[in-house]
T-cell receptor, first 112, second 114 residues
């Protein structure tokens, strides 16, 4: 069965520091992978997606993610975090008919 | 940029009452979805809808739930007789196509069942 694991429930970083949020997936075929961000009281905004091709994908707000098939991972990175990046981040895999299977999310806090 | 809109933003209802959550998907999108997020838990798929019929539904989507596209613009989720455990944030989403196109989500309706 398809599943997504985000091992880190809560991460705190200092503003300006680099960030890596981990995501591991389980999926039988080549996955379609996504990262979404949810700010408090807001909906889910797409940060980036991977379908095929270059395994390093660029997204909005300076985020990038790298697909590693051998590790079944799709980690999200940002070289320098801004206070406005504080939010909850969800990794997801598409499981047919665009049914997204989400991870439990990682809540990011940013210290000034 | 076009967006998915949901109304109301917050709905409070008594247990056993019927609620209808409303969504206006992006106009040229063909696939429509409902997801829910119980407080503190992960976002869960409820149902997908294409060509005026349900294409897939989860085990959560039992006979108490129904979806409808009553006209060319709205997409609704009805819960016939609400239970306390239906309290959650409900997200509507739409996409242009199938698995290779991203979903666009609305801001959600927070449903509180008392």
């Amino acid at each position: 069965a398809q599943s997504v694991t985000q091992p880190d429930i809560h991460i705190t970083v200092s503003e300006g520091a680099s960030l890596e949020l981990r995501c591991n997936y389980s999926y039988g075929a080549t996955p379609y992978l996504f990262w979404y961000v949810q700010s408090p009281g807001q909906g889910l905004q797409l940060l980036l997606k991977y379908f095929s091709g270059d395994t390093l994908v660029q997204g909005i707000k300076g985020f990038e993610a790298e697909f590693k098939r051998s590790q079944s991972s799709f980690n999200l990175r940002k070289p320098s975090v801004h206070w406005s990046d504080a939010a909850e981040y969800f990794c997801a895999v598409s499981g047919g008919y665009n049914k997204l299977i989400f991870g439990a999310g990682t809540r990011l806090a940013v210290h000034p | 940029e076009p967006e998915v809109t949901q109304t109301p933003s917050h709905q409070v209802t008594q247990m056993g009452q019927e609620v209808i959550l409303r969504c206006v998907p992006i106009s040229n999108h063909l696939y429509f979805y409902w997801y829910r997020q119980i407080l503190g838990q992960k976002v869960e798929f409820l149902v997908s809808f294409y060509n005026n019929e349900i294409s897939e539904k989860s085990e959560i989507f039992d006979d108490q739930f129904s979806v409808e596209r009553p006209d060319g613009s709205n997409f609704t989720l009805k819960i016939r007789s609400t239970k306390l455990e239906d309290s959650a944030m409900y997200f509507c989403a739409s996409s242009e196509g199938g698995a290779s196109t991203p979903l666009h989500f609305g801001n959600g309706t927070r449903l509180t069942v008392t």
